[in-house]
C-alpha cells in the first residue's frame, strides 16, 4: 500500500503531466491553424494570379519586354501584357508580405523581395506608373503602405 504522502505527491505529478500535455495540445493547435490560415491565403492569391495568367500570352509579353528594353514604342496589346505581368508579380510580392506580417515567412526572405521590388520601381517606369494605376483597387492598404516605404528607402 502506498503512503497518503507519496499519493499526494503522485497525483501532483500526475496533474501537471495533463496540465503539459494539454498546453502542448494548444500549442499545436495554434501552429496547425497558423497553417491553414496561411494555407488558405495562398490558395486564395494562387487562384487570383490563375485568372490574370489566363490572359497573358507569352509570346506577345517576351517580345513586349524586348521592345521594351531596346526602348522601342508598345503596342496596346504589348503594353497590357507588360501591365498584366506586372500585376502579376506584385500580387506574388504582396502575398510574401502578408505572410511575412502574419508571422509566417522569415524576414530575410521578405527583405529579398523588398530588394527586388526596390529595383523594379526605380529601373522600370511602366512598372511604376501601372502600380501607381492600380492603387486603392489591385492591393491591400498595407502593401500600399508598405511600396510607399520602399519607394522611400526605408
Same mark, same amino acid.
Given at each position: 500500500?502506498?503512503?497518503?504522502?507519496?499519493?499526494?505527491?503522485?497525483?501532483?505529478?500526475?496533474?501537471?503531466?495533463?496540465?503539459?500535455?494539454?498546453?502542448l495540445v494548444?500549442?499545436?493547435?495554434?501552429?496547425?491553424?497558423?497553417?491553414?490560415?496561411?494555407?488558405?491565403?495562398?490558395?486564395?492569391?494562387?487562384?487570383?494570379?490563375?485568372?490574370?495568367q489566363a490572359?497573358?500570352?507569352?509570346?506577345?509579353?517576351?517580345?513586349?519586354?524586348?521592345?521594351?528594353?531596346?526602348?522601342?514604342?508598345?503596342?496596346?496589346?504589348?503594353?497590357?501584357q507588360l501591365?498584366?505581368?506586372?500585376?502579376?508579380?506584385?500580387?506574388?510580392?504582396?502575398?510574401?508580405? #502578408?505572410?511575412?506580417? &502574419? *508571422?509566417?515567412?522569415?524576414?530575410? =526572405?521578405?527583405? @529579398?523581395?523588398?530588394?527586388? $521590388?526596390?529595383?523594379?520601381?526605380?529601373?522600370?517606369?511602366?512598372?511604376?506608373?501601372? #502600380?501607381?494605376?492600380? &492603387? *486603392?483597387?489591385?492591393?491591400?492598404? =498595407?502593401?500600399? @503602405?508598405?511600396?510607399?516605404? $520602399?519607394?522611400?528607402?526605408?
Amino acid at each position: 500500500m502506498i503512503p497518503d504522502r507519496s499519493k499526494s505527491w503522485l497525483r501532483i505529478g500526475i496533474d501537471a503531466a495533463v496540465v503539459v500535455g494539454l498546453l502542448l495540445v494548444i500549442i499545436q493547435i495554434r501552429q496547425n491553424t497558423k497553417a491553414v490560415i496561411a494555407a488558405n491565403s495562398t490558395a486564395v492569391t494562387d487562384q487570383s494570379l490563375l485568372f490574370f495568367q489566363a490572359g497573358l500570352d507569352n509570346q506577345v509579353t517576351s517580345r513586349a519586354i524586348q521592345k521594351y528594353a531596346d526602348g522601342e514604342t508598345l503596342s496596346r496589346l504589348e503594353r497590357s501584357q507588360l501591365a498584366r505581368l506586372n500585376y502579376l508579380n506584385f500580387r506574388t510580392f504582396e502575398n510574401a508580405f #502578408l505572410q511575412f506580417q &502574419r *508571422g509566417y515567412y522569415p524576414a530575410n =526572405e521578405w527583405q @529579398r523581395y523588398r530588394v527586388i $521590388i526596390q529595383r523594379i520601381l526605380t529601373t522600370d517606369s511602366l512598372a511604376s506608373t501601372e #502600380l501607381d494605376r492600380m &492603387r *486603392g483597387v489591385g492591393f491591400t492598404p =498595407e502593401f500600399e @503602405r508598405e511600396l510607399d516605404r $520602399i519607394k522611400k528607402g526605408q
